[in-house]
Nanobody, 116 residues
């Protein structure tokens, strides 16, 4: 599975951004898609996931502010980020787990900067 992320940028605190992740290749085998992020000097952390059945899961730090969704017709997963905070500044990575063994594929990161 190939993943192409887009939608990062710079925004002031309290602002919003929407990240997109377009999947191609063996998309029929995708079980779960999601987003991780990595801030400078920190470990990569899970942000949100969505299953093929549209069940979602969020990190506590983003609950109530971020929403993950999917458009199967476009093979795309979105991360709507509202009320952004400086601590949300990071490189965001799209991931997909596929097949019987949940093989994980990563997209290239897209940078999100929240600053006044």
């Amino acid at each position: 599975v190939q993943l192409q992320a887009s939608g990062g940028g710079s925004v002031q605190p309290g602002g919003s951004l929407r990240l997109s992740c377009a999947a191609s290749g063996s998309i029929f085998s995708i079980n779960v898609m999601g987003w991780y992020r990595q801030a400078p000097g920190k470990q990569r952390e899970l942000v949100a996931t969505i299953t093929s059945g549209a069940s979602t899961n969020y990190a506590d730090s983003v609950k109530g502010r971020f929403t993950i969704s999917r458009d199967d017709a476009k093979n795309t997963v979105y991360l709507q980020m509202n009320n952004l905070k400086p601590e949300d500044t990071a490189d965001y990575y799209c991931v997909a787990n596929s097949g019987r063994y949940n093989v994980r594929d990563w997209g290239k990161g897209t940078q999100v900067t929240v600053s006044s």
